[in-house]
């Protein structure tokens, strides 16, 4: 399967500061990457499909100025949050799929804790 | 009605025993099926992909599949500690639609 590389793993920073995470498909030229965020024992919420060279799909009720989707090359997505706050303190996970009906194949995850 | 569900669970097995895993989800138009499971704190990982009516085994992992009941299940032989984490079951239709995850369950094995 595909082999995604997500990083950082772990961010503890300032309510206010802006978080990037990077997801990086490392043997997939991927169009599209998914950004899922999951809080403590809830079930994952897609949160936005991330598209090669145009705008990202955001789900309904995720605002798209506060997660920033940049898609800028095939193998490399970023989520910024930005201004983040407490509730903004979850687990992000980014996925990689390689096509209709395939399965896909996700990064070991973001924690994000805002203080 | 969600259009993937699953027990949320925990479904409690002892070691050695077969754990049996359901999912159902309500889009007729659903082609492929996935199994992911996720340790506490992990990201999900995925154990298997069934597309056809009929079963398909990996090791001790078997999914099944029945489409004229929109019925997905995985079953894990011969269940181990190690097993216990959350079942995620997953949907897609293809067409560039987005795949559709259940809540997941959760399976514990007594040693």
């Known amino acids: 399967g595909a082999v995604v590389s997500q990083h950082p793993s772990r961010v503890i920073c300032k309510s206010g500061t802006s978080v990037k995470i990077e997801c990086r498909s490392l043997?997939?030229?991927?169009?599209?990457m998914f950004w899922y965020r999951q809080f403590p024992k809830q079930s994952l919420m897609l949160m936005a499909t991330?598209?090669?060279?145009?705008?990202?799909?955001?789900e309904q009720g995720v605002e798209k100025d506060k997660f920033l989707i940049n898609h800028a090359s095939l193998t490399l997505s970023t989520l910024t949050v930005t201004s983040a706050h407490p509730e903004d303190s979850s687990f992000y996970i980014c996925?990689?799929?390689?096509?209709?009906?395939?399965?896909?194949?996700f990064g070991d995850g973001t924690r994000l804790s805002i203080l | 009605q969600k259009e993937v569900e699953q027990n949320s669970g925990p479904l409690s097995v002892p070691e050695g025993a077969i754990a049996s895993l359901n999912c159902t989800y309500s889009?007729?138009?659903?082609?492929?099926f996935f199994w992911y499971r996720q340790y506490s704190g992990k990201s999900p990982e995925l154990i298997m992909f069934?597309?056809?009516?009929g079963d398909k085994e990996d090791g001790r992992f078997t999914a099944q599949l029945n489409k004229a009941s929109q019925y997905v299940s995985l079953l894990i032989r011969d269940s181990q500690p190690s097993d216990s984490a959350t079942y995620l079951c997953?949907?897609?239709?293809?067409?560039?639609?987005?795949?559709?995850f259940g809540a997941g369950t959760r399976l514990f094995v007594k040693a």
């Open positions: 043997d997939f030229q991927a169009t599209t």
């Open positions: 996925s990689v799929g390689r096509g209709d009906n395939q399965p896909q194949h």
């Open positions: 991330s598209n090669e060279g145009s705008k990202a799909t955001y």
């Open positions: 997953a949907a897609s239709k293809g067409g560039g639609f987005k795949t559709i």
């Open positions: 069934i597309y056809s009516n």
């Open positions: 889009d007729r138009g659903s082609q492929s």
